[in-house]
């Protein structure tokens, strides 16, 4: 269950896992319905768009890890972006000269 204060990769690993569950739902649904007889092809079609649907939309809304910041990061970029705008920043050409 989603909960305010989690952090966003906690809130994708837990819809990640839900989404997951149910396409495993879905595949054992599958799983049971080949073991019987007489097999409907046309419902397998069904559930099987069904999943490729819900696999997509994983696909589309999983979230980068490498690109969320810890906190930390996050001033430290702030800091950067200021000393870069206001001149302090030093080239990494000149940096590697003073080396």
Do not use: W
Request: aromatic share 6%; hydrophobic share 35%.
């Amino acid at each position: 269950m989603l909960q305010p204060n989690q952090t966003l990769p906690e809130r994708s690993e837990i819809f990640y896992r839900a989404k997951t569950n149910t396409i495993f739902k879905k595949i054992a649904a599958h799983e049971s319905c080949m073991a019987s007889e007489t097999v409907n092809v046309q419902q397998m079609t069904e559930e099987l768009k069904a999943i490729r649907a819900d696999l997509d939309y994983i696909k589309e809304h999983m979230v980068d890890v490498d690109t969320i910041m810890a906190p930390e990061e996050k001033e430290r970029l702030d800091k950067a972006i200021e000393e870069y705008k206001s001149g302090k920043a030093v080239s990494l050409e000149d940096f590697e000269k003073e080396l």
